[in-house]
T-cell receptor
Framework: DSGVTQTPKHLITATGQRVTLRCSPR?????VYWYQQSLDQGLQFLIQ???????AKGNILERFSAQQFPDLHSELNLSSLELGDSALYFC??????????????FGQGTRLTVV | AQKITQTQPGMFVQEKEAVTLDCTYD???????LFWYKQPSSGEMIFLIY??????QNATEGRYSLNFQKARKSANLVISASQLGDSAMYFC?????????????FGAGTRLAVHP
């Protein structure tokens, strides 16, 4: 158990809908990262927050947004969902924001299926 | 640009034997970190081992060791005494300054099957 909690574990929704994925980082970790794992794109970095502020942005669509709350949990909001958004979404956390040796601990992921 | 290449889509090994999973990386930065993660069929990503670009010795963690050849830009994972529970996807990843050290860049992964 990595200590990172993601809910829900599975989510099935229809095209055009909006969903919210939730992540609670490990105790003491200030940094939260979101990654998307799909069959065609592999594992892609979406966005990072550090202590409530956006720190880095990757290949995140405009239909997607995220935030980190004062209690350090984070939410990833996906809207106007398309079939291609079906993927495994991971949250990871780390103590610090960056550095070559920053070890990121991953949650179990939320498997999103858009039908 | 930073890139990770894993050329072996699938590998199989006999139980109790050693196996090497290949990883090459591309970066022009002198400071970077290399990671290996395991993803079992249940889906979670499990950290296995880390190697820093300035580390003089190859990293080891139990049955896992990293064969780090800096000049060749390779960071191969060696699993000794394979167990059935080692069957999983294995991902090599890099963290470097081009991404502000903020993100991990992953390879496509290698699926390892351990046979009894």
């Amino acid at each position: 158990d990595s200590g990172v909690t993601q809910t829900p574990k599975h989510l099935i929704t229809a095209t055009g809908q909006r969903v919210t994925l939730r992540c609670s980082p490990r105790s003491g970790d200030l940094s939260v990262y979101w990654y998307q794992q799909s069959l065609d794109q592999g594992l892609q970095f979406l966005i990072q927050y550090y202590n409530g502020e956006e720190r880095a942005k990757g290949n995140i669509l405009e239909r997607f947004s995220a935030q980190q709350f004062p209690d350090l949990h984070s939410e990833l909001n996906l809207s106007s969902l398309e079939l291609g958004d079906s993927a495994l979404y991971f949250c990871a956390s780390s103590v610090v924001s960056g550095g070559p040796g920053t070890e990121a601990f991953f949650g179990q992921g939320t498997r999103l299926t858009v039908v | 640009a930073q890139k990770i290449t894993q050329t072996q889509p699938g590998m199989f090994v006999q139980e109790k034997e050693a196996v090497t999973l290949d990883c090459t990386y591309d970066t022009s930065d002198p400071s970077y970190g290399l990671f290996w993660y395991k993803q079992p069929s249940s889906g979670e990503m499990i950290f296995l081992i880390y190697q820093g670009s300035y580390d003089q010795q190859n990293a080891t963690e139990g049955r896992y060791s990293l064969n780090f050849q800096k000049a060749r830009k390779s960071a191969n994972l060696v699993i000794s005494a394979s167990q059935l529970g080692d069957s999983a996807m294995y991902f090599c990843a890099m963290r470097g300054p081009a991404g502000g050290y903020n993100k991990l860049i992953f390879g496509a992964g290698t699926r390892l099957a351990v046979h009894p």
